[in-house]
């Protein structure tokens, strides 16, 4: 079974640092495009950053709210993808979600979308 | 960077009732589109990819069309399964961003 389990998320003061994980299981995980995605309670869902395969060199792209503040990086070796969290913002409180970046080709273009995405975890950022 | 914006925010609907949300790019993104599903508590589901693609095992009645700038999704002949909140989601550039939701809700 394709699955992504989230962990590391809990309560963290203003300008503090936490580093989530996210272990994937039951897929070729150094192929994929791996994204985070989180959602600040009763808001919306906001796209975080994107790490590619090493095909692409592990390269990165983030949000502007998080650029410069969170690294992504993963561990093939380990299944993992991680979310390096610093100087947090009580605005950075959400669920965080990881997903799988699947690309389908449609008519010979390529197409990219999250097709399977783990259940969360929730950051608190608060004095 | 490129904003989408969804509308309605909410909408009340009956079981059986023909259901149409759109979403708007502030700049054109050809097909690059996909919508979502959350129901509360849980994670997003992908049903509609490249604007009009159904993802596999997800049924008929949803339905994806546009191009550009102006999207929509369909759901037809709404089910009880289906009061959710929906979003829209770009894949054109290398940074994404989704629509701010819709609500479906029970009339």
């Known amino acids: 079974e394709v699955q992504l389990v989230e962990s590391g998320g809990g309560l963290v003061q203003p300008g503090g640092s936490l580093r989530l994980s996210c272990a994937a299981s039951?897929?070729?995980?150094?192929?994929?495009?791996m994204e985070w995605v989180r959602q600040a309670p009763g808001k919306g869902l906001e796209w975080v950053g994107r790490?590619?395969?090493?095909?692409?060199?592990?390269?990165?792209e983030y949000a502007a709210s998080v650029k410069g503040r969170f690294t992504i990086s993963r561990d093939d070796s380990k299944n993992s993808l991680y979310l390096q969290m610093n100087s947090l913002e009580t605005e950075d409180t959400a669920v965080y979600y990881c997903?799988?970046?699947?690309?389908?080709?449609?008519?010979?273009?390529?197409?990219?979308?999250?097709?399977?995405w783990g259940k969360g975890t929730t950051v608190t950022v608060s004095s | 960077d490129i904003q989408m914006t969804q509308s309605p925010s909410s909408l009340s609907a009956s079981v059986g009732d023909r259901v149409t949300i759109t979403c708007r790019a502030s700049?054109?993104?050809?097909?690059?589109l996909n919508w979502y599903q959350q129901k509360s508590g849980k994670a997003p589901k992908v049903l509609i990819y490249?604007?009009?693609s159904l993802q596999s095992g997800v049924p008929s009645r949803f339905s994806g069309s546009g191009s550009g700038t102006d999207f929509t999704l369909t759901i037809n002949s709404l089910q009880p399964e289906d009061f959710a909140t929906y979003y829209c989601?770009?894949?054109?550039?290398?940074?994404?961003?989704f629509g701010q939701g819709t609500k479906v809700e029970i009339k």
């Open positions: 997903a799988r970046l699947l690309t389908d080709k449609v008519n010979t273009l390529s197409y990219y979308y999250m097709d399977v």
């Open positions: 039951g897929f070729t995980f150094s192929d994929y495009y």
């Open positions: 790490i590619r395969n090493k095909a692409r060199s592990y390269t990165t």
């Open positions: 700049q054109s993104i050809s097909r690059n």
């Open positions: 490249a604007a009009s």
């Open positions: 989601q770009h894949s054109y550039s290398t940074v994404w961003a």
